[in-house]
């Protein structure tokens, strides 16, 4: 059976405050594909990382980083065409965040077609990415390219748009671009707001029922701190969020994500045919993972292990 997941896209560097002010940042790994690499090294999984980052200070520093975490970095690749990206996170008190992208294009978005090996592809299980590698060539031709791989390996292919308005041209390219991945996708995990951007809907029943045309084997709609819904083509879940003081969310969707990609690595049915009660019991592992990341500084660095969530689980 084929358990390997690739997650495919940046790493960048999070600058991210120490004191309420916004005054002094710390350096600290990031990235959302390569944070739920991370995720699921952390939790036990076989994970790999395909991407490319700058043959600079930052680039080495994140390759070793993912490293010690246990991430095979065997198809991360540095590049001297562009520096390693750096990304300003500035926290408001409730813990929500918002982005500055300091370098673009950054050394993420040089990833080529030629550099994809498609044996990778054929001894993996499941292939993560977003939607940041589509915003420019040559990455934007090496993810479809990717996707291609997968579907022809047979992989499941899940799908988190992590919509970064700002590197985008503007909104009309971001949407069209985004959903024009939606059809080869068999999980997709947007959050409330997104789906209101890529639907126009502002109800999260409508706004599915627009991306109906889709056919989406597993939709994951997340609402923040009131937890997440899950859609298959036979059941609907709605998933409670951990409760818990949140100190900062920058990689908590992140280890929601890893949370679902872990539990469904060891599935081996179609997705569509899970009933609620997976579905719920999917979307629970996941959201403890988001919450013990929610309530630690950084992203990677609040990563929870495997037998953190088991512990919570087992008191609920």
């Given at each position: 059976?084929?358990?390997?997941?690739?997650?495919?896209?940046?790493?960048?560097?999070?600058?991210?405050?120490?004191?309420?002010?916004?005054?002094?940042?710390?350096?600290?790994?990031?990235?959302?594909?390569?944070?739920?690499?991370?995720?699921?090294?952390?939790?036990?999984?076989?994970?790999?990382?395909?991407?490319?980052?700058?043959?600079?200070?930052?680039?080495?520093?994140?390759?070793?980083?993912?490293?010690?975490?246990?991430?095979?970095?065997?198809?991360?690749?540095?590049?001297?065409?562009?520096?390693?990206?750096?990304?300003?996170?500035?926290?408001?008190?409730?813990?929500?965040?918002?982005?500055?992208?300091?370098?673009?294009?950054?050394?993420?978005?040089?990833?080529?077609?030629?550099?994809?090996?498609?044996?990778?592809?054929?001894?993996?299980?499941?292939?993560?990415?977003?939607?940041?590698?589509?915003?420019?060539?040559?990455?934007?031709?090496?993810?479809?390219?990717?996707?291609?791989?997968?579907?022809?390996?047979?992989?499941?292919?899940?799908?988190?748009?992590?919509?970064?308005?700002?590197?985008?041209?503007?909104?009309?390219?971001?949407?069209?671009?985004?959903?024009?991945?939606?059809?080869?996708?068999?999980?997709?995990?947007?959050?409330?707001?997104?789906?209101?951007?890529?639907?126009?809907?502002?109800?999260?029943?409508?706004?599915?029922?627009?991306?109906?045309?889709?056919?989406?084997?597993?939709?994951?709609?997340?609402?923040?701190?009131?937890?997440?819904?899950?859609?298959?083509?036979?059941?609907?879940?709605?998933?409670?969020?951990?409760?818990?003081?949140?100190?900062?969310?920058?990689?908590?969707?992140?280890?929601f994500v890893s949370g679902i990609l872990y539990q469904l690595?060891?599935?081996?049915?179609?997705l569509g045919d899970l009933s609620e009660k997976d579905l719920?019991?999917?979307?629970?592992?996941?959201?403890?993972?988001?919450?013990?990341?929610?309530?630690?500084?950084?992203?990677?660095?609040?990563?929870?292990?495997?037998q953190e969530v088991h512990d919570i689980l087992m008191k609920?």
């Amino acid at each position: 059976m084929k358990k390997g997941i690739i997650s495919l896209g940046e790493a960048l560097i999070d600058f991210i405050p120490v004191d309420s002010d916004n005054l002094i940042y710390q350096k600290s790994p990031g990235g959302a594909p390569a944070n739920v690499a991370v995720g699921l090294a952390r939790l036990g999984a076989q994970s790999v990382f395909l991407g490319k980052v700058g043959n600079d200070v930052l680039g080495t520093f994140l390759k070793d980083t993912l490293e010690s975490y246990q991430v095979n970095t065997e198809h991360m690749l540095l590049t001297d065409e562009a520096r390693t990206g750096a990304v300003f996170v500035t926290l408001a008190e409730n813990g929500e965040r918002s982005f500055d992208f300091y370098i673009d294009p950054s050394a993420d978005r040089f990833l080529t077609s030629d550099e994809l090996n498609e044996s990778l592809f054929a001894s993996s299980k499941i292939l993560h990415y977003g939607s940041i590698s589509m915003i420019s060539e040559p990455s934007r031709s090496a993810t479809i390219k990717a996707v291609k791989l997968a579907r022809k390996n047979k992989m499941l292919v899940s799908y988190d748009p992590n919509l970064r308005m700002s590197l985008w041209e503007n909104e009309e390219v971001a949407r069209e671009t985004i959903l024009s991945m939606f059809d080869s996708a068999d999980l997709i995990k947007i959050s409330e707001e997104e789906l209101e951007f890529l639907t126009g809907e502002k109800t999260i029943e409508k706004g599915v029922e627009k991306l109906s045309v889709y056919q989406i084997p597993l939709l994951l709609v997340t609402v923040g701190s009131e937890g997440s819904y899950a859609f298959t083509r036979n059941a609907t879940a709605r998933i409670k969020a951990m409760k818990v003081n949140a100190v900062d969310t920058t990689g908590a969707g992140d280890a929601f994500v890893s949370g679902i990609l872990y539990q469904l690595s060891e599935y081996e049915g179609e997705l569509g045919d899970l009933s609620e009660k997976d579905l719920t019991e999917i979307g629970r592992f996941a959201s403890v993972s988001g919450g013990l990341a929610a309530s630690n500084k950084g992203a990677m660095t609040a990563l929870p292990a495997l037998q953190e969530v088991h512990d919570i689980l087992m008191k609920a």
